[in-house]
Structures are given as C-alpha cells and as structure tokens.
C-alpha cells in the first residue's frame, strides 16, 4: 500500500503490483504477466480493511476512492493481488487514514461562448478544475440545457429556440458541501430572423427590363436580407435590404423570387415563392429579302424576312416615295414605289409588349427613275395630204432610252423611230390631228408631251386632162387656149408647158393660154390643182403637135371646088362641093401630123352637094378637109375654135 489520503467523507487509496516470484515477467507498462507464449495475465486486486474486513475484490485499478465514511474515524487498509495460478498473495503493508471536514474551494473564472443564438447547440463552457470537489453544478439561463459533461468542469450546452439571455456559474460539490460559485459569466442569446413575409413587385417582367422593385416586409431580427432570383435578373440597389430593385438581362428567364432574412444566428425561414414570369424580347431580324432594283411607279413589290422569334409585331422602314400597300406589321409586306420614289434602305424590327427587338441589317433598294416629262414638240403645225420628209422634235427628255410618237392617221414615220426626232410622210388621205410624243426605259413610260394639233390641208385631187387643139399651125394661130374639168379642193391651177421653149401659158383658173413661139415639135400641156396651203398631182398631159404648117397647103382642081365655112368654127361646120361632072369622092378630116380623125368614103358628087359636119369632138386647132378623088386632091384648113 502507497498511500491513504484523508478527504470529506472518504480515502483515497493508492498500491502498486507485487512480483510473483516466479518465472513470469511484469510488464510496467501493460501490467501484465507474462506466462507462457499465448497467454497474457492481468493482474486483479483484494482491498480490506485493518480488520480482515473485505472492502472491495477482483480492482483492476491501483486506486480506489473509499467514500461514505465517517468523519473523524480513523480507517486501516491493506491489499492482496490475485496470482496468475488464482491464489492470492501476501498481504501488503497497512495504511491508515482519519476523513476531515473539507469543502471545495472556491470556483474559478468560466471560458466559453458569450454569445449565442436561440437553437444553438453544443455550446463548451468549463471552469478550472476545483480542489476538493468531486462533482460541479452549473447554473444556465433559462432555456439553455446541459447535454455533456454534467458534473463536471466541462459541459456541452444546448439552447432551445425560445432561451433568454442569462448567466453561467458553477460551484464545486462534494459530500461536505458546496464550495464558492465562481464568477457570473454572462451571455447574451440572440433571437433567429423572423420568417419572411410575401415578396410584393410585378409578377410580369420582360427580358432587358431594368429597375423593377421588389420588397418583403421588414423581417424581425433579422441585420440582412439574401435574396434568390431567376437566371438573368441582377439587384442593382438595395441589396441585404428587404427593398431590392432589379435589372433583367436580355436573356433572363422566369422563376421564382425568394428572400430570407439572417443575423449572426442565421438565417431565418424563407419566404413563399414568388412566381415570377419574364417574357423575351422579339429576336433579332434576319436578312430581308425581295427585289434590291425596283423602278419608279413601279407596283406590288413584296419584302419578307424569316419570322422573328418571339415578335408580335413588325415595323419596317421604307425608303422615301415607298409606301405599305398590304402586310403592315407582319413579316411580308408589299410595296408600291410612287414615281419620285428614290432608292434607299429597308429594315425591320420585330416588336412585342417588352419592346423592339434587333433591327434587320439595311436592305438597299436602287429605284431606277421613269423618263422625265416630254417637252414642246416643234415642227409644221400645218401639212398637206401627200407632203413628205416633214421633221417633229423635242428636246431630249430625262432618263428616256426610248420615245413613243402618237401621229395623226395617214402619217407614217419614216425615220428616226424611237427618237426625239423623227421625219413624217403624210399619205393623200392623211387627216388633221394631235402630235405627241412620250419618252421611255425599262422601268416604263414617262409623261406624255402637251399635244402638238397638226392641220393636214386636203390636197387637190388630179384635174382633167387639159382640151384643147392638140395640133398648132404657130404661124397662123399664134396663141390657143386649153382647158381642164378641175378638181377637188383645188381653188386655183398651176398650168405647165413641156418644153418651156415651145411657147408662154398663163392663166390660174380652168382656163389656159398658150402664146406659141416660132418653135416645132411636140409639146405636151398639163395642169394642177392646189389651194392655200396644197398643190394637187398633175393632170394627165395634153400633146400637142406644134407646126409653122407650111408643108401643108390648101390645093384645088378644076373639074371641082370645096368651100367650108363658117372658119373657125366651134366645131359644126358646112361643106360645100360643086363637081362639073358626075365623080365618086372620099371625104376626111385629119390633123396636123396627117392622122385621120374623120373620114366617109364613096361620096357621090354631081354638081351642088351640101354636107354638114359636127367636130365638136376634137381640142380646138387647127385641121384639114382633105376630098380625093381619081381626078385629084382637093385640101382645105379649118380651124375649130370652142
């Protein structure tokens, strides 16, 4: 036996372990015998009073507290070790010890948490630990519990959710008594947030929408606040604040909103979830397509892209002179393109209630312009039926690549077609009308010209073949006048002489004169109507022979005579032959040029014979009665004269 040591109420009682003596070895520090390899020996322990008495048997220890015990009574110990063939040993020494009065001391300065929160759990506070005291009672505030370490120096405490703030202490105990508390150790138990009320703000937000505000009632106990929002929303302002404002990006998507409060506690119970809907923005236009030349007044020309993603609408920017005709605020539209329309950019942008989306990249439309306004045409306001090579101009219109010419019926281009310029022939039967003229291109007709009124006179139509004597004796009939039966629209004549040197005509009306020079040979007479403006087409002409006719004279014989008279006559004449004897005779009237215009042949003559002949028929001039007969030839000349 060690030691016995006195306490309050007890001994405290310390021995060692005893050689066995025999072959075995003791291990110090396992306390065990070795015996035999395989197996192990524990030594075990028989404690006993002075007396003989057994306090306690089979200690594995080499101590043992013996409490309850009377204080100011002396105890005496011994102890036997039980050997490893089960015996026991000799008894060791005897040890005595009296039990005292003794309290703990006083309780030290309590380590710990000052602060904690309402729910917290394993909280440590210990004290140092207190001389004499064999056990320790801890004093906590309200709510807070010892779930570790009860009676001891070191606990482990629990705070419910509804502890209050308080003091620790702890005092020493044992069977004398309890011993000083120690200090108060205070701590201060903190209340978890609230639970977070309902987010009010817009349920209904649209993709790139910024500044929109949320808030939750203020949350009790709560220092801050942590929000929870859907992919692509951003707090801008008032974050850790029940008030939040918030941006949503251009590819945010819906969710739930959620908010929390916390304090150094934690964090308290969530809101509800606030459904939140965001709403994309149209997508980004694509590439327009439809014609990129289109021309001046050019009509239902049609414009579509791809539909845009997410658009309820479109809105499309046209060039200037363009204008919507059909498909407004959908993704095809048609166009009409006035005639100042000018070329420019088309776009389009699909709209939805969160805005406009990307507008589409510029489609470029060239818009070709339509031929200017035709000018003044200059040119004759003022033509005949049958004139030719008359030219019409205008000045060159803008952007035409071509003209249109209206002309009146009856005239015919005949060059410069499709030009500003162009020459007309107008037919015989051309009639009065309006000139104009319109330039054109590919992109159509530009305006016309003011009308150009063109007068188309009546030409005079062909007149009769002049009458007259178609034989001339120049040197006896030294003038002779000639005749036409007109013609249509003609208010005067133009009479000519072919050759010129055959003789001088004048005279502007039906009637001719010709004043026959000393020339011979065949001259042919025609005429022509014509008017104010017009001359017609000449007659058919008139040939005339033209003679001195001095190869041709007047012959008798004397067996009979011819007399003709009246000479000159307008054609009725009378002949008179005497025949001294009884003769058979032909009778004939011929020209100049000796060709017979008249003849009866076999004529009975015998003294006085009459015979009355009607040449009404023939051009005035000059002829010859020719009588033949066995006995001879017989020529006079008459002239007829209408």
């Given at each position: 036996m060690e030691s016995a040591i006195p306490g309050c109420e007890k001994n405290m009682l310390n021995w060692s372990s005893a050689n066995t003596g025999k072959d075995q070895m003791f291990n110090s520090d396992s306390f065990l015998w070795k015996l035999?390899?395989?197996?192990?020996y524990i030594p075990t322990y028989n404690l006993y009073y002075g007396d003989g008495?057994?306090?306690?048997?089979?200690?594995?220890?080499?101590?043992?507290?013996?409490?309850g015990l009377v204080t100011g009574t002396e105890y005496c110990y011994y102890v036997t070790q039980i050997l490893p063939d089960s015996s026991e040993s000799v008894a060791s020494n005897i040890l005595c010890a009296t039990p005292e009065m003794i309290l703990p001391e006083a309780a030290g300065t309590i380590?710990?948490?000052p602060n904690v929160c309402e729910g917290q759990t394993n909280v440590q506070y210990s004290v140092p630990v207190i001389e004499n005291a064999d056990g320790y009672s801890w004093i906590l505030p309200d709510g807070a519990a010892i779930v570790s370490g009860n009676n001891t120096n070191l606990i482990l405490v629990d705070y419910s959710d509804d502890a209050l703030s308080g003091n620790v202490a702890v005092t020493g105990t044992n069977a004398c008594g309890i011993g000083f508390a120690s200090p108060d150790f205070s701590v201060t138990v903190s209340s978890m947030p609230g639970i977070a009320g309902n987010i009010s703000g817009l349920s209904t937000v649209c993709q790139g929408q910024n500044a929109v505000i949320y808030s939750v009632p203020v949350i009790e106990n709560a220092v801050g606040y942590i929000w929870t929002l859907p992919t692509g929303a951003s707090i801008v302002s008032g974050y850790n604040t029940h008030t939040i404002t918030v941006n949503f990006s251009t590819t945010a998507i819906s969710g739930n909103i959620t908010v929390y409060g916390y304090n150094n506690c934690g964090m308290g119970t969530i809101s509800p979830s606030f459904a939140l809907t965001v709403n994309p923005v149209s997508g980004a236009a694509g590439i327009i397509s439809g014609s990129s030349i289109v021309c001046q007044g050019q009509d239902d020309v049609v414009f579509s892209i791809a539909e845009i993603p997410n658009a309820t609408g479109y809105v499309w920017t046209v060039s200037a002179g363009a204008t919507i005709v059909s498909g407004e605020n959908t993704n095809s539209i048609t166009v009409n393109f006035s005639t100042t329309a000018v070329s420019g950019n088309f776009t389009v942008y699909g709209t939805?209630?969160?805005?406009n989306g990307a507008a589409s990249p510029p489609h470029l439309v060239f818009v070709n312009p339509l031929p200017g306004v035709a000018g003044l045409i200059s040119g004759n306001s003022t033509v005949c039926q049958g004139q030719n090579g008359v030219i019409y101009s205008i000045p060159a219109v803008t952007n035409a690549t071509g003209y249109v010419w209206t002309i009146p019926a009856g005239a015919t281009i005949v060059s410069g077609a499709n030009t500003n310029t162009v020459i007309l022939n107008f037919s015989d039967t051309a009639l009065s009308g309006e000139i104009s003229v319109y330039g054109t291109n590919t992109c159509g007709n530009g305006t016309v010209s003011p009308s150009y009124p063109i007068t188309v006179n009546p030409l005079p139509s062909i007149p009769g073949t002049p009458a007259g004597p178609d034989s001339v004796c120049y040197n006896h009939t030294p003038s002779t006048d000639y005749v036409t039966t007109g013609a249509n629209n003609a208010t005067s004549y133009l009479w000519t002489i072919t050759p010129a040197t055959a003789g001088v005509i004048s005279g502007n009306g039906l009637t001719a004169t010709v004043l026959w020079n000393t020339w011979a040979g065949n001259a042919s007479i025609s005429v022509r109507g014509s008017n104010d403006f017009c001359e017609g087409p000449l007659s058919e002409s008139l040939n005339v022979y033209v003679d001195n006719c001095e190869s041709i004279s007047e012959k008798t014989i004397a067996i009979f005579s011819v007399s003709v008279y009246p000479n000159p006559?307008?054609?009725?004449f009378t002949i008179e032959l005497n025949s001294d004897k009884n003769i058979i005779a032909d009778l004939s009237i011929r020209n100049l040029m000796g060709k017979t215009l008249w003849a009866e042949k076999n004529i009975r003559l015998n003294g006085r014979t009459l015979k009355t002949l009607d040449l009404n028929n023939l051009m005035n001039g000059v002829y010859f009665v020719y009588l033949e007969c066995n006995e001879g030839l017989v020529i006079k000349k008459i002239t007829i004269l209408h």
């Amino acid at each position: 036996m060690e030691s016995a040591i006195p306490g309050c109420e007890k001994n405290m009682l310390n021995w060692s372990s005893a050689n066995t003596g025999k072959d075995q070895m003791f291990n110090s520090d396992s306390f065990l015998w070795k015996l035999i390899p395989g197996f192990e020996y524990i030594p075990t322990y028989n404690l006993y009073y002075g007396d003989g008495t057994l306090v306690i048997a089979g200690l594995t220890d080499t101590s043992f507290v013996d409490q309850g015990l009377v204080t100011g009574t002396e105890y005496c110990y011994y102890v036997t070790q039980i050997l490893p063939d089960s015996s026991e040993s000799v008894a060791s020494n005897i040890l005595c010890a009296t039990p005292e009065m003794i309290l703990p001391e006083a309780a030290g300065t309590i380590t710990g948490t000052p602060n904690v929160c309402e729910g917290q759990t394993n909280v440590q506070y210990s004290v140092p630990v207190i001389e004499n005291a064999d056990g320790y009672s801890w004093i906590l505030p309200d709510g807070a519990a010892i779930v570790s370490g009860n009676n001891t120096n070191l606990i482990l405490v629990d705070y419910s959710d509804d502890a209050l703030s308080g003091n620790v202490a702890v005092t020493g105990t044992n069977a004398c008594g309890i011993g000083f508390a120690s200090p108060d150790f205070s701590v201060t138990v903190s209340s978890m947030p609230g639970i977070a009320g309902n987010i009010s703000g817009l349920s209904t937000v649209c993709q790139g929408q910024n500044a929109v505000i949320y808030s939750v009632p203020v949350i009790e106990n709560a220092v801050g606040y942590i929000w929870t929002l859907p992919t692509g929303a951003s707090i801008v302002s008032g974050y850790n604040t029940h008030t939040i404002t918030v941006n949503f990006s251009t590819t945010a998507i819906s969710g739930n909103i959620t908010v929390y409060g916390y304090n150094n506690c934690g964090m308290g119970t969530i809101s509800p979830s606030f459904a939140l809907t965001v709403n994309p923005v149209s997508g980004a236009a694509g590439i327009i397509s439809g014609s990129s030349i289109v021309c001046q007044g050019q009509d239902d020309v049609v414009f579509s892209i791809a539909e845009i993603p997410n658009a309820t609408g479109y809105v499309w920017t046209v060039s200037a002179g363009a204008t919507i005709v059909s498909g407004e605020n959908t993704n095809s539209i048609t166009v009409n393109f006035s005639t100042t329309a000018v070329s420019g950019n088309f776009t389009v942008y699909g709209t939805n209630n969160c805005g406009n989306g990307a507008a589409s990249p510029p489609h470029l439309v060239f818009v070709n312009p339509l031929p200017g306004v035709a000018g003044l045409i200059s040119g004759n306001s003022t033509v005949c039926q049958g004139q030719n090579g008359v030219i019409y101009s205008i000045p060159a219109v803008t952007n035409a690549t071509g003209y249109v010419w209206t002309i009146p019926a009856g005239a015919t281009i005949v060059s410069g077609a499709n030009t500003n310029t162009v020459i007309l022939n107008f037919s015989d039967t051309a009639l009065s009308g309006e000139i104009s003229v319109y330039g054109t291109n590919t992109c159509g007709n530009g305006t016309v010209s003011p009308s150009y009124p063109i007068t188309v006179n009546p030409l005079p139509s062909i007149p009769g073949t002049p009458a007259g004597p178609d034989s001339v004796c120049y040197n006896h009939t030294p003038s002779t006048d000639y005749v036409t039966t007109g013609a249509n629209n003609a208010t005067s004549y133009l009479w000519t002489i072919t050759p010129a040197t055959a003789g001088v005509i004048s005279g502007n009306g039906l009637t001719a004169t010709v004043l026959w020079n000393t020339w011979a040979g065949n001259a042919s007479i025609s005429v022509r109507g014509s008017n104010d403006f017009c001359e017609g087409p000449l007659s058919e002409s008139l040939n005339v022979y033209v003679d001195n006719c001095e190869s041709i004279s007047e012959k008798t014989i004397a067996i009979f005579s011819v007399s003709v008279y009246p000479n000159p006559s307008n054609g009725l004449f009378t002949i008179e032959l005497n025949s001294d004897k009884n003769i058979i005779a032909d009778l004939s009237i011929r020209n100049l040029m000796g060709k017979t215009l008249w003849a009866e042949k076999n004529i009975r003559l015998n003294g006085r014979t009459l015979k009355t002949l009607d040449l009404n028929n023939l051009m005035n001039g000059v002829y010859f009665v020719y009588l033949e007969c066995n006995e001879g030839l017989v020529i006079k000349k008459i002239t007829i004269l209408h």
